[in-house]
């Protein structure tokens, strides 16, 4: 039997199973990855609201760290909600030492206004987290809120780029789905590179709940595989927009994409 290239998700439970580690087992499983997952909180969560959050101590967080780390060969990792200023203290040393590539999606807040990493730790995710990322994945409301810029048109992109790389990651994705235009550039910039964009078509519809989960999972995924960075996030977005094309209504918000699809 071929063995399958490990995925680690380091992220928040959804139980409504659309976004956070649930979305994310999904998408590595669907592309062909095994999935591990160290739950850094759960959340009471479904289509249309947070309605109670529950983390684990941030050394049980760490526990769970390090004993996958300690038995199973990890091919890449992505990290997703991680909460507090002590789960981001007590991860980042395990996370320094790392041997595989790691995809940081800087989630802050849900689509329904939760928030998903609380004020106070903003700062240790820029200090402690982003320097470990091979690829940090933010949104534009994301970009904002870590650079602190306002982001109107392309050169702003460009200037949060260069201050989210002068934060440490390797590189910076900067993702369009929040601009109202109707083609998304999502950016792609590299320390000491040209900034690459990657296009998609905007997909019409209200099943975007866990878009961020899904899309930083599929990348890792890819580069767990031996990907090239490029080539992983087009699959990525290919794997996300089919998703959407086929995601459905599965509460009162808005559903998730469909894995199946
Ligand atoms: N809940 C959890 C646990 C998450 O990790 C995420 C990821 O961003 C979300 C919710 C966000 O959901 P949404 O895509 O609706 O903003």
Redo the contacts with the bound molecule.
């Keep these: 039997m071929e063995k399958l290239p490990c995925i680690l998700t380091i992220?928040?439970?959804?139980s409504g199973g659309?976004?956070?580690?649930q979305?994310d087992i999904k998408a590595i499983s669907m592309l062909g990855g095994y999935a591990a997952s160290v739950i850094t909180?759960l959340?009471a969560?479904n289509t249309a609201a947070?309605t109670g959050i529950h983390a684990p101590s941030p050394k049980f967080v760490a526990l769970q760290l390090r004993t996958v780390i300690e038995d199973i060969r990890v091919d890449a990792a992505k990290t997703?909600?991680l909460f507090s200023e002590p789960i981001i203290k007590a991860i980042a040393p395990i996370l320094s030492r790392k041997t595989f590539p790691l995809v940081v999606?800087p989630?802050c807040?849900?689509?329904?206004g939760?928030r998903?990493l609380k004020e106070d730790a903003v700062e240790a995710m820029k200090q402690l987290i982003f320097p470990h990322a091979d690829l940090l994945t933010p949104n534009l409301p994301e970009a904002e809120l870590f650079t602190g810029l306002r982001i109107n048109d392309r050169e702003d992109v460009f200037k949060a780029a260069d201050l989210l790389l002068d934060m440490g990651p390797d590189a910076v994705l900067i993702k369009g789905g929040h601009s109202d235009s109707l083609a998304i550039t999502d950016w792609y910039v590299a320390k000491g590179a040209e900034p690459i964009p990657f296009m998609q078509r905007r997909v019409d519809t209200s099943a975007?709940?866990?878009?961020?989960?899904t899309l930083s999972s599929a990348i890792a995924t890819g580069l767990g595989q031996g990907m090239e960075v490029g080539a992983a996030i087009k699959r990525a977005q290919a794997y996300l927009n089919l998703g959407l094309r086929a995601g459905y209504p599965l509460g009162e918000?808005?559903g998730?994409p469909n894995h199946l699809a």
Excluded: K
């Design positions: 992220a928040g439970s959804d659309g976004a956070g580690i979305a909180a959340t969560q947070v997703g909600m999606d989630v807040v849900a689509t329904s939760s998903l975007t709940h866990g878009t961020g989960c918000g808005g998730p």
